[in-house]
């Protein structure tokens, strides 16, 4: 493993992974934006998927496993997915579209979930539409915590490329 691809894979392990078990408000924390980061950084696909889902497995395990695990995992791996959209274009607009959207997915993802195997909303389609606005304040806090942590991560890679050669990509240097 170089040292740009250990820079990458212990940001991803060690700070995004640790800052979910830090306080913080419902859904601002940093999942959307390190599989974001995965998918746009790591190379190998196959890592750019296990990485990050070892992180959530790691923290999750802290934490707590819940019944909606299976759709929050397959929303993670759609972002990592749409990650490999912005290799070579981690540029800030490509960055805040594609969290913009995959808090968006999230949402849907997720609240749909809630809807359809909780058991808290009728099954119908009043039910859906009011799970879906009851999850609306939960949405603002998972947009900022996204934007929040793609800077960070995005940001931080920048500066440690410009600031130590070494971890700049291959074709930089």
Not at 68 to 76: E, I, N, W
Not at 94 to 121: E, H, K, M, Q, R
Not at 149 to 161: K, P, Q, T
Request: glycine share 10%.
């Amino acid at each position: 493993m170089n040292a740009r691809s250990a820079l990458v894979t212990g940001m991803i392990l060690g700070a995004a992974a640790a800052l979910r078990l830090l306080p913080h408000p419902p859904n601002f924390d940093p999942i959307g934006a390190l599989a974001l980061f995965a998918g746009a950084q790591i190379d190998n696909r196959r890592w750019a998927f296990i990485v990050p889902l070892a992180a959530m497995l790691l923290s999750d395990a802290a934490i707590g496993f819940h019944s909606q695990l299976p759709l929050v995992y397959g929303a993670f791996a759609l972002i990592v997915w749409m990650g490999f959209a912005l290799r070579g274009r981690s540029t800030p607009l490509p960055v805040v579209g594609a969290s913009l959207l995959a808090s968006t997915l999230f949402f849907i993802v997720t609240n749909f979930g809630v809807w359809a195997f909780d058991g808290l909303y009728p099954r119908s389609l009043e039910g859906l539409i009011a799970c879906y606005v009851a999850a609306i304040p939960f949405f603002g806090n998972t947009v900022a915590g996204g934007l929040f942590y793609v800077a960070v991560l995005f940001g931080g890679l920048a500066l440690a490329e410009r600031k130590i050669p070494r971890f700049a990509p291959a074709a930089r240097i």
